[in-house]
């Protein structure tokens, strides 16, 4: 490769922060002692070795990105030479993500989530206040975000400090006081694990077999969790040997919980069969669909269970690596998961050895940078690797062709989290859970207008109607109006069709989705129209970009609904709406990835049946 | 001669010839495409199966010197069986496929591509995506009038996540002002359909600078250089295989495009010679378009062996001293 760099050279503090990931520099093309400068423009023999850690990419630019607050050009230049990157590729990087700025910013920054369940508890009033006392948007200190996974506690923020021991803060509920206090007080704010208990409104149920431990022992203490049957599904796993493993859980029909509900046992068995080396487990922790939270929950109060679901899938697969990406968005449970990961190296249950049994398995920890997109499975290898969170053609597939190119396993926390479980209760135990079609506990992530938001854990076969009134239903006696199953990219359910049969089999007779378990409920007085735009906003923001009929149709329907919106269509409401039919199917019919293929599911399905924006009654 | 034992002895002469290894026949695949049977290598795509029948699939970001990258989604075609079209361009075949190119499904989802182009593009000097929309009959007139151009840069300074929401009066497109800033030439993104062809040319299928790369997210991604630098002091060589692959015009030769400023620009008036390189012994193929006995600008077929297609600059661009300046005043010098 035959690289040139004209940018700024780097300063001290700037090299030192790429530094402190990437280790000193020990060549001269890594920007050591040979003198570029006076060499211009040169070619910079990075060879393989370097070339090969492109994947350290994200985290380099993490560590400048909360260093400094936003990520100067030298930075960058100086990343380009130690990792071989082409600079103009590391600006495409550098701009896909929205946690990474280009221009400078002022150092605390703080993210309101103005997204769907934020919405109707009070995220614009905060954007208001906010606006009052720290300025308009673009000033920087503070900015609209999409749902940042705490819809429980709507509505949310997110404070970012950078600087040289840069903080993160969850705030939800969110007041303005208390993020113009955490701004003043500069301390970092440690919530104990009890105060999970908030998000899991069933906390205490014995009968729990997913959210057992949460908010009940120390997510920190390996000890706790051991105690609590921890580690034990390992140990049995390691008896029944790769192939008993895999066997079980084919046994258990266990589906992916992270949205496409494909049989995790096939993938697995692909995965193991697949003679090209190595082979590589990732834990999909990206979770940024509009109204989950179960899997922050998850990682927040029972991260072991997380790094015990990966190593029984490493062992079964034959993969010594894993990579858990988690979102940039969710600072507790990054920081439960390294500890998590670190105390389980320390007793010997990562590392080369595992248990003493002899096989090897560690595992990375990876943070997004701000990208939705970055949950579907190739873009998230793309961004592992370093480059644009684009998604692949497929096929070939992941178990095929993955992360590095290699044979590789992914799946969503919550799926993880059921192996113990599989491998403890016996595969075909396990299937006797639930329905025939739909086997196990499943978590939902309710949230909107009920009484008792959270997570909650129930075996699948349980009606919407019913799930909701154990979310104590909709208070003040108001009726519903509508229900959004499986977030965004899910679809609206309206008050006739609340008896729908919460199963894969149940939702797809009634023509709706699982999705990654939402139900988001809304009241009579909330404004549907106001909630299309948004989700509208959503896509049009998130698409990668990269096929004309998501990057375009996600913008024209955005444009349709605003026009619906402001009473302004062009020709009649119905040109739109069969408009919007086709926008619908070409999204759907030739986009390359999922997320065009449902940008338009939901908005679809509440035009049909619920008359989202009535006519004559302009918003504007 | 001597009678000293011989210390070396040549081994012996082969029995036959050698021969290059054999090879096996390439497996072939049987597979439907329309409702006519066909047969063809295993290693092809559905694009040439289509094309092996004489169908003429469209296509905008496939090109043969260039890795597929099945973003444009215009050559899309029904898989029975399958949930959604898939793009021909890049699926390779399999056996018993059955598939159509001309349902209505294919037709709807071309011309809604087309569609999104053309009210978010200017296409006007895109005679191939001018063509496809009559044949599928694209109206990008229905989504309205198009927005106001966005401003110099603004574009290049979008922040990903973020935009201002429409009010949908207008449909937005990415046209805005054009970038002058060498004297080889111009980059007028408001004609881009970010297909990606410059950028892989420029990349590891011809060029290996990696000058520029696609930045940004969604409606607001764009090509740019590193850190969204005028192109003189990025990394670019000015090899012109970029302008070589686009395919709507977005990047031109400075030539062509003060020629068209000025309503000079004139194909018909254009001839077309083939020549070799004169400047190094790896003896490209130059395409010279001449006009009013200029030089106006240099292609290269992308079917000769030797660099299919690609130049370096001395080839693309290297061409003023044709011209030669003062020659004509020098050989008649009474004018
Ligand atoms: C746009 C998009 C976003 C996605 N986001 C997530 C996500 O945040 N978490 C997740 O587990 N899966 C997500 N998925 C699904 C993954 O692609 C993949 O199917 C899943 O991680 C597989 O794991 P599973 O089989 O355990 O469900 C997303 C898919 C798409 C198309
Ligand atoms: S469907 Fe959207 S998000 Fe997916 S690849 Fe295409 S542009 Fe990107
Ligand atoms: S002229 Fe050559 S080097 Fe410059 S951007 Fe185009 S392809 Fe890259
Ligand atoms: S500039 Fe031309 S070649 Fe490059 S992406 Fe745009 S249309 Fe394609
Ligand atoms: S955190 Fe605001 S909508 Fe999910
Ligand atoms: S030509 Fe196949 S997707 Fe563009």
């Known amino acids: 490769m035959d690289l040139h760099f004209h940018g700024p050279k780097p300063t001290a503090a700037e090299q030192a922060a790429v530094d402190s990931v990437l280790g000193p520099p020990t060549s001269a093309w890594a920007g050591g002692a040979r003198n570029i400068e006076d060499e211009g423009h040169i070619t910079l023999l990075g060879g393989h070795a370097a070339r090969s850690r492109r994947d350290l990419l994200l985290p380099a630019l993490h560590a400048v990105q909360s260093r400094f607050g936003w990520v100067p050009p030298g930075a960058v230049d100086y990343i380009c030479r130690r990792l071989t990157v082409p600079p103009a590729e590391a600006h495409g990087v550098v701009t896909f993500y929205h946690l990474f700025s280009l221009e400078p910013r002022p150092s605390a920054v703080v993210h309101v989530c103005d997204d769907i369940a934020c919405r109707i508890k009070g995220a614009e009033r905060l954007c208001d206040e906010l606006e009052h006392s720290l300025g308009p948007e673009r000033e920087g200190h503070w900015k609209r975000s999409p749902c940042l996974g705490c819809c429980e506690l709507a509505p949310a923020a997110l404070a970012l400090d950078a600087g040289e021991s840069p903080r993160a803060t969850a705030l939800a509920p969110a007041t303005h006081a208390d993020i113009m206090g955490l701004r003043t007080s500069g301390e970092e704010r440690h919530d104990s694990f009890e105060s999970l208990r908030r998000s899991v409104p069933q906390c205490g149920d014995p009968k729990l077999r997913l959210l057992g431990r949460i908010g009940q022992i120390d997510p920190e203490s390996l000890d706790a969790y051991r105690q609590s049957g921890g580690y034990t599904a390992l140990g049995r796993a390691i008896e029944l040997g790769p192939e008993g493993v895999i066997r079980e859980v084919l046994a258990s029909k266990l589906m992916g919980r992270g949205g496409a509900a494909f049989p995790t046992g096939r993938k697995w068995d692909a995965v193991a069969k697949a003679p090209a080396r190595p082979h590589y487990v990732v834990c999909n922790a990206d979770e940024s669909e509009p109204g989950t939270f179960k899997d922050r929950v998850l990682m927040e109060g029972d991260p072991f269970a997380v790094i015990e679901g990966m190593t029984i899938t490493g062992f079964a697969t034959g993969s010594e690596r894993g990579y858990l990406y988690v979102r940039g968005e969710y600072p507790l449970a990054t920081r439960r998961m390294r500890l998590a990961i670190e105390a389980a190296r320390a007793a010997g249950l990562l590392g080369a050895n595992v248990m003493n049994a002899g096989f090897t398995f560690d595992v990375e920890l990876r943070s997004g940078a701000g990208a939705y997109i970055c949950g579907e499975e190739t873009a998230l290898f793309n961004s592992i690797e370093g480059k644009r969170g684009e998604p692949r053609n497929k096929p070939p597939f992941p178990v095929h062709v993955g992360l590095f190119g290699k044979p590789t396993v992914v799946n969503n926390v919550e799926t993880l989290v059921n192996i113990p479980l599989i491998v403890s209760l016996g595969g075909e135990g396990y299937a006797r859970v639930g329905t025939p079609g739909s086997s196990g506990p499943k978590l939902f992530c309710v949230s909107g207008n009920v009484a008792r938001p959270g997570v909650y854990e129930v075996d699948f076969g349980i009606s919407l109607t019913d799930l909701i009134a154990q979310a104590g239903g909709v208070p003040d006696g108001k009726a519903i109006r509508a229900v959004l199953l499986g977030g965004a990219a899910g679809m609206f359910v309206g008050p006739d069709k609340l008896d729908v049969s919460l199963t894969f089999e149940g939702t797809r007779a009634a023509g709706v989705t699982l999705g990654s378990g939402v139900v988001l409920v809304f009241d009579e007085s909330v404004d549907l129209g106001d909630v299309l735009a948004r989700i509208a906003a959503f896509f049009r923001d998130e698409s990668c970009g990269q096929c004309v009929p998501c990057r375009v149709g996600t913008v024209r329907q955005e444009e349709l609904i605003q026009r619906l919106r402001s009473g302004q269509p062009i020709g009649s409401r119905d040109d739109e709406a069969s408009l919007l039919k086709e926008i619908g199917q070409v999204m759907r019919d030739a986009s390359i990835c999922g997320l065009g293929q449902t940008a338009s599911n939901a908005i679809e399905s509440a035009l049909a049946t619920l008359d989202p924006i009535p006519e004559g009654k302009s918003s504007r | ?335």
Not at chain 2, 94 to 117: A, H, N, Q
Request: net charge negative; hydrophobic share 35%.
């Open chain 2, 1 to 335: 001669m001597s009678t000293d034992t011989v210390w070396f002895r040549p081994p012996p002469r082969p029995s036959h010839t050698p021969q290059p290894p054999e090879q096996p026949e390439p497996a072939s695949v049987d597979l439907t495409i329309d409702g006519q049977a066909v047969r063809v290598p295993a290693d092809w795509t559905i694009l040439q199966a289509c094309g092996s029948l004489g169908i003429d699939t469209p296509t905008l970001c496939y090109l043969e010197n260039l890795t597929p990258v099945n973003v444009c989604r215009i050559c899309v075609v029904e898989l029975a069986g399958a949930r959604t079209l898939v793009p021909a361009c890049s699926r390779v075949v399999e056996p018993g496929m059955d598939i159509r190119t001309d349902s209505p499904r294919v037709r709807l989802s071309r011309k809604m591509v087309l569609e999104f182009l053309g009210s978010s593009v200017d296409l006007s000097t895109a005679p191939q995506a001018q063509a496809y929309a009559a044949r599928y009959g694209a109206c990008p007139e229905r989504y309205g009038q198009p927005h106001a151009p966005s401003g110099p840069g603004e574009r290049d300074a979008r922040e990903p996540g973020h935009h201002h929401a429409p009010d949908g009066s207008a449909a937005e497109t990415v046209a805005q002002p054009v970038k002058v800033d060498n004297d080889l030439y111009i980059r007028d993104y408001g004609k881009c359909i970010l297909c990606y062809k410059c950028v892989e040319a420029c990349g590891t299928d011809a060029q290996n600078t990696f000058a520029i790369a696609v930045a940004g997210r969604g409606f607001d991604a764009r090509i740019s250089t590193e850190g969204n630098v005028p192109l003189p002091d990025s990394a670019c060589v000015y090899c012109g295989n970029c302008i070589g692959v686009c395919p709507t015009g977005a990047l031109m030769f400075r030539s062509e495009f003060e020629l068209r400023k000025q309503g000079q620009w004139d194909e018909s008036r254009q001839t077309r010679t083939d020549t070799i390189c004169p400047y190094c012994g790896v003896g490209c193929t130059l395409s010279l378009h001449v006009q009013d006995n200029r030089i106006v600008k240099v292609t290269s077929p992308l079917d000769v062996e030797v660099t299919h297609g690609h130049l370096c600059i001395k080839g693309r661009f290297g061409f003023e001293f044709v011209h030669g300046g003062d020659l004509k005043a020098d050989a008649n010098p009474e004018g």
